[in-house]
């Protein structure tokens, strides 16, 4: 059986080179943990897990923070109020933003915070 052929050198070299650029760009994305820690790492805090929430917390100062990323914003605010349940620390939220895309997430946050009144600090994880 002979197999046709579809394109010469020119178009084999342009698709290893898109292969080679999607297989690096792969590699630079970490999960919400990787970026969580070396944002709380920053402040001199600590990443705590708990069991009632997925998303790491992060401790530092006066704050216990949820991060996510940005598509997950609504999560950071509960799990940001039940970090503090058990303790004397203030919650926050800090959203993950990969893209300048993921900006209208942390403005529809704050909206959110600002219309019901939360007492709830954001701040923003950009990689």
């Given at each position: 059986?002979?197999?046709?052929k579809?394109?010469?050198?020119?178009?084999?070299?342009?698709?290893?080179?898109?292969?080679?650029?999607?297989?690096?760009?792969?590699?630079?994305?970490?999960?919400?943990?990787?970026?969580?820690?070396?944002?709380?790492?920053?402040?001199?805090?600590?990443?705590?897990?708990?069991?009632g929430?997925?998303?790491?917390i992060?401790?530092?100062?006066?704050?216990?923070?949820?991060?996510?990323?940005?598509?997950?914003?609504?999560?950071?605010?509960?799990?940001?109020?039940?970090?503090?349940?058990?303790?004397?620390?203030?919650?926050?939220?800090?959203?993950?933003?990969?893209n300048?895309?993921?900006?209208?997430?942390?403005?529809?946050l704050?909206?959110?915070?600002?219309?019901?009144?939360?007492?709830?600090?954001?701040?923003?994880?950009?990689?």
């Open positions: 059986m002979r197999y046709k579809i394109c010469g050198r020119p178009c084999a070299a342009l698709l290893l080179a898109l292969a080679l650029a999607a297989s690096t760009a792969k590699a630079t994305v970490f999960s919400e943990a990787q970026y969580a820690r070396a944002w709380c790492q920053e402040r001199q805090g600590r990443i705590i897990r708990l069991t929430t997925p998303l790491p992060c401790e530092f100062g006066q704050y216990r923070v949820a991060a996510a990323f940005a598509t997950n914003w609504a999560a950071t605010i509960g799990s940001a109020y039940f970090a503090t349940i058990d303790s004397d620390k203030k919650p926050g939220a800090a959203l993950i933003l990969q300048k895309g993921d900006r209208q997430y942390y403005n529809l704050n909206r959110v915070i600002g219309k019901q009144h939360l007492p709830l600090r954001t701040w923003i994880i950009q990689p």
